[in-house]
Nanobody, 124 residues
Framework: QVQLVESGGGLVQAGGSLRLSCVGF????????MGWFRQAPGEEREFVAH????????RYADSVKGRFTISRDNAKNTMYLQMNSLKPEDTAVYYC?????????????????WGRGTQVTVSS
């Protein structure tokens, strides 16, 4: 069974930090790429960051560049998103996802497997 489970969300003040984790079960961690997306109420799901299987290739949305860091530990089947200097506009449900391709990784439709999400709320 293929499953992704996120954790680490919570309530934090603006300027604070959180680290999200995504644990994969089944074949997900053999995927060529994985990513983080987020969705605020009434908004579409938007790309945050993606990472290659080796961890050597990463890409970030402009809105989080310099503040968020994506990483993965394949030995632990875990992907991370370190979020620093959080802003109220970062408030959303954060989802991890796994893709069987290395193209089009900024689009949600590219991904084959999704977690259920973890809520991040940043207060001003």
């Amino acid at each position: 069974q293929v499953q992704l489970v996120e954790s680490g969300g919570g309530l934090v003040q603006a300027g604070g930090s959180l680290r999200l984790s995504c644990v994969g079960f089944g074949r997900t961690f053999s995927s060529p790429a994985m990513g983080w997306f987020r969705q605020a109420p009434g908004e579409e799901r938007e790309f945050v960051a993606h990472i290659s299987w080796s961890g050597g290739g990463t890409r970030y949305a402009d809105s989080v560049k310099g503040r968020f860091t994506i990483s993965r530990d394949n030995a632990k089947n875990t992907m991370y998103l370190q979020m620093n200097s959080l802003k109220p506009e970062d408030t959303a449900v954060y989802y991890c996802a796994a893709a069987q391709t290395v193209a089009g990784l900024m689009a949600p439709g590219t991904y084959d497997y999704w977690g259920r999400g973890t809520q991040v709320t940043v207060s001003s």
